[in-house]
């Protein structure tokens, strides 16, 4: 999955995640098991994975889960409609990251993998927007950069220009109004 874990975006995720989610709480992160999840279950969480269906058309595990928290980190983007995700969660509370659109890069898309591409590239609005149109209220949000150590003009844009925004947001109404 990763050459090289992006640290940063960890510690940052992590950070977000612990001022707003007690380890009392039961999470269903959305997405395969992945290195997060275990650094997640090493902080004290207790973390069920989907399986890996496609959440576009397979929702069932969400319907069914009784997570009080469910987590989304970079996994909007590659979904075809989020939309009908986010309407079929039945935890009070959400925790999602996106990657922001950057102008000066296109979407991406992996020529290997047919899983690993971005169909969304948000600005934070629509994320904001995607989340109040399914019933949710966002309650804290923050962005981070993802500085690289290369050279070149996209990597010391990298260095200011936010790359993440993440939410904390929870239910408002019921997600089948």
């Known amino acids: 999955m990763y050459k090289k874990l992006p640290n940063k975006r960890y510690k940052h995720t992590l950070e977000f995640l612990e001022k707003h989610i007690s380890t009392s709480e039961t999470i269903l992160d959305l997405g395969v098991e992945n290195p997060f999840t275990k650094i997640m279950k090493n902080h004290g969480y207790k973390v069920e ?12 595990k969400i319907e069914k889960s009784e997570a009080t928290v469910v987590t989304a980190f970079e996994i909007f983007e590659h979904l075809l409609s989020p939309f009908t995700v986010l309407k079929s969660i039945k935890a009070k509370k959400i925790v999602a990251s996106i990657p922001l659109r950057l102008w000066f890069s296109p979407a991406y898309r992996s020529k290997t993998d047919k899983w690993d591409r971005h169909y969304h590239e948000f600005e934070d609005w629509q994320l904001d927007w995607l989340l109040e149109k399914t019933g ?3 309650i804290a949000s923050g962005k981070f950069t993802n500085p690289t150590k290369k050279i070149g003009i996209r990597p010391i844009l990298r260095w200011f220009t936010p790359r993440y925004y993440i939410v904390y947001a929870e239910r408002i109404k019921n997600s089948n109004s």
């Open 49 to 60: 994975n989907t399986s890996g269906e496609d959440l576009d058309i397979d929702t069932s």
């Open 136 to 138: 949710w209220k966002i």
